[in-house]
């Protein structure tokens, strides 16, 4: 497809569990996002990437997560040892460009955690 | 400390009237604005972006006003339609070190018959 796709679309876990979230970005977008959204809260930026490497990752809130890119494409949310405050859709979003005027992001449809 | 302030958290219109959403900022050094609206259950989706030269852009109905020397945006819809129905979402990022995005927690717009 032409847009931003992630998945599973829902995963429910048992606390203390670790998931991996995956995002396929726009074909030929550099620039790749995760955010976080927790229930009728606002998004939280968690990391980007520029090509393959993070030079942002100042919103992951805490070791347990991690995050990596390769062939400028596919990346995987890593999530270890799950906490009940984990729950939340993730969202990922991708921009031709990063930081800039131009940079308009396109964003998937989100994955629901759960976390038991 | 940098932030991003919406308001009203929420708004009740008719369909066929016009609103407006606020967003104060006091992000620092600025490097852009964004608007999003974001449906029910779906990733935002970006309505506009504007850099501190732009005071004003449109994107069909949608008006998106910037004031950076008082730190003031302002999104205006015209005409609303049931689909405008909606959480809109102003984004404030800051120039490097990084790229960091600031988010506001919405004004939630409900559009009614």
């Known amino acids: 497809g032409a847009g931003v796709s992630q998945s599973p679309s829902n995963k429910v876990t048992e606390k203390g569990k670790d998931v991996e979230l995956r995002c396929d970005p726009i074909s030929g977008h550099t620039a790749l996002y995760w955010y976080r959204q927790r229930l009728g809260q606002g998004l939280e930026f968690l990391i980007y990437f520029q090509g393959n490497s993070a030079p942002d990752k100042s919103g992951l809130p805490s070791d347990r997560f991690s995050a990596e890119r390769t062939g400028e494409s596919v990346s995987t949310l890593t999530i270890q040892r799950t906490q009940q405050e984990d729950s939340a859709v993730y969202l990922c979003?991708?921009?031709?460009?990063?930081?800039?005027?131009?940079?308009?992001?396109?964003f998937g449809p989100g994955t629901r955690l759960t976390v038991l | 400390k940098n932030q991003v302030e919406q308001s009203p958290q929420s708004l009740i219109i008719l369909e066929g009237k016009n609103c407006t959403l606020q967003?104060?900022?006091?992000?620092?050094?600025?490097?852009?604005l964004r608007w999003y609206k974001q449906d029910t259950g779906r990733g935002p989706v970006s309505l506009t972006i504007m850099t501190f030269s732009e005071n004003t852009k449109s994107n069909g109905r949608y008006t998106a006003t910037l004031d950076a020397d008082t730190k003031q945006s302002s999104l205006h819809i015209t005409a609303s339609q049931l689909s405008d129905s909606a959480s809109y979402i102003c984004?404030?990022?800051?120039?490097?070190?990084?790229?960091?995005?600031?988010f506001g927690t919405g004004t939630s717009l409900t559009v009614i018959p």
């Open positions: 967003c104060n900022y006091t992000v620092s050094p600025f490097s852009n």
């Open positions: 979003a991708s921009s031709s460009e990063a930081g800039g005027w131009a940079d308009t992001q396109y």
């Open positions: 984004v404030v990022s800051r120039v490097a070190p990084g790229n960091q995005f600031y």
